[in-house]
T-cell receptor
């Protein structure tokens, strides 16, 4: 079955530690995205990538980093510089060359930092 | 900048019809999407309007008026499983594919 997988579903870290969230897709999509969702709020774009080895900052990139070495994978690192990292993180993808009105989302990773 | 406004909560009963409105302010507007998200789950795509008018997909319909910077999602024959959050999102055509999401409307369907 084609889709997007994110792991783990729940993640707990101590303050000051970097943590990497996994995102893998087998939809053969070129574009991939990372969003952050806080309670009662919409999704905010952290980073996006249109093609391998290229990515762009979204609206709230500070304290985060990404890599896109393979088409299928777009891991997100939450660094210790992120002031308020506890949130629900969603990865998404869409076919390239199209306006991404339809994005496919993974199940999300709920990160708690104490 | 870009901003979207939608009601925070809507309540309805099974079998009823509910309309969730969305107004937006954005430059480079391309179209309006709607997504559904159940608690703890991933958002799933419902519909997209690039042109003015009504798009119908089963029990769900979506409307767009570009001149009024306004759209809505219409849910008919409500079922309990429709209880979820609904997000409108605008396509920003600033040179890359980007969705800007509203804060979401939480729909509670009661028996």
């Amino acid at each position: 079955d084609g889709g997007i997988t994110q792991s783990p579903k729940y993640l707990f870290r101590k303050e000051g530690q970097n943590v990497t969230l996994s995102c893998e897709q087998n939809l053969n999509h070129d574009a991939m995205y990372w969003y952050r969702q806080d309670p009662g709020q919409g999704l905010r774009l952290i980073y996006y990538s249109q093609i391998v080895n290229d990515f762009q900052k979204g609206d709230i990139a500070e304290g985060y980093s990404v890599s896109r070495e393979k088409k299928e994978s777009f891991p997100l690192t939450v660094t210790s510089a992120q002031k308020n990292p506890t949130a629900f993180y969603l990865c998404a993808s869409s076919p390239s060359g199209q306006i991404s009105y339809e994005q496919y989302f993974g199940p999300g990773t709920r990160l708690t930092v104490t | 900048g870009q901003s979207l406004e939608q009601p925070s909560e809507v309540t309805a009963v099974e079998g009823a019809i509910v309309q969730i409105n969305c107004t937006y302010q954005t430059s480079g507007f391309y179209g309006l999407s709607w997504y559904q998200q159940h608690d703890g789950g991933a958002p799933t795509f419902l519909s997209y309007n690039a042109l003015d008018g009504l798009e119908e997909t089963g029990r769900f319909s979506s409307f767009l008026s570009r001149s009024d910077s306004y759209g809505y999602l219409l849910l008919q024959e409500l079922q309990m499983k429709d209880s979820a959050s609904y997000f409108c999102a605008v396509i920003f055509s600033g040179g890359y594919n980007k969705l800007i999401f509203g804060a979401g409307t939480r729909l509670a369907v009661h028996p």
